[in-house]
Nanobody
């Protein structure tokens, strides 16, 4: 059973950058669309970004468009979320998730994804 494992979170000042990585434990991401979500205290989990299995298509929430970039390296079984121009509203636990095979649910819907990581904390100070 595949287990996404996130890393790269931490504390950063507003305007700074962080690079989150997601690797696969016990399986592969190679043929699957992948997504990043986040959840702030007291809020619902929300979509951040997604990438198609080939890397040819990417999708972003309006709140991160132009600041975050999602990419993947299938040879390394890794998905990366580069986050620039961070602000305190980006503070949350960030989760990596693998899409269900052949799903036609929208990318921004959590139900599209069946395997989730444990999350990595991102804290942006003002």
């Amino acid at each position: 059973q595949v287990q996404p494992v996130e890393s790269g979170g931490g504390l950063v000042q507003a305007g700074g950058s962080l690079r989150l990585s997601c690797t696969a434990s016990g399986g592969t991401f190679r043929w699957y669309d992948m997504g990043w979500f986040r959840q702030a205290p007291g809020k619902e989990r929300e979509f951040v970004a997604a990438v198609s299995w080939s890397g040819g298509s990417t999708y972003y929430a309006d709140s991160v468009k132009g600041r975050f970039t999602i990419s993947r390296d299938n040879a390394k079984n890794t998905v990366v979320l580069q986050m620039n121009s961070l602000n305190p509203d980006d503070t949350a636990v960030y989760y990596c998730a693998r899409s269900r095979s052949g799903s036609n649910i929208n990318y921004y819907e959590p139900d599209r994804y069946d395997y989730w990581g444990q999350g990595t904390q991102v804290t942006v100070s003002s």
